[in-house]
Nanobody
Framework: QVRLNEFGGGLVQAGGSLRLSCVAS????????LGWFRQASGKEREFVAA????????PEADSVKGRFTISRDNAKNTVYLHMNNLKSEDTAVYYC??????????????WGQGTQVTVSS
């Protein structure tokens, strides 16, 4: 059983930056594909970014392309979401997810509890 804990959410002004972290435990981190998703109030959860066990990344969601970047540090069992030039529409609960196998934009087996990101305009 893989457990995921997200950190780094908070309140930020539009145009600002945040870095989310997700620490994994209970599994072999280097075998995991990892993803970030988000869910705004009243909307469905959507894919943001994903990274393979080898460090390759999938194309980010169009809504965040050029502003958000995913990365991982296997030595720290941590995946990051670097968010720049934040917009009010980025306000959401952000979730970290993991699966054993290929990185995908959906169908993850393990999920964190989420961290709130609020962008003020």
């Amino acid at each position: 059983q893989v457990r995921l804990n997200e950190f780094g959410g908070g309140l930020v002004q539009a145009g600002g930056s945040l870095r989310l972290s997700c620490v994994a435990s209970g599994g072999t981190f280097s075998t995991l594909a990892l993803g970030w998703f988000r869910q705004a109030s009243g909307k469905e959860r959507e894919f943001v970014a994903a990274i393979s066990r080898f460090g390759g990344t999938l194309p980010e969601a169009d809504s965040v392309k050029g502003r958000f970047t995913i990365s991982r540090d296997n030595a720290k069992n941590t995946v990051y979401l670097h968010m720049n030039n934040l917009k009010s529409e980025d306000t959401a609960v952000y979730y970290c997810a993991a699966r054993i196998g290929l990185a995908t934009t959906n169908q993850y087996d393990f999920w964190g509890q989420g961290t709130q990101v609020t962008v003020s305009s």
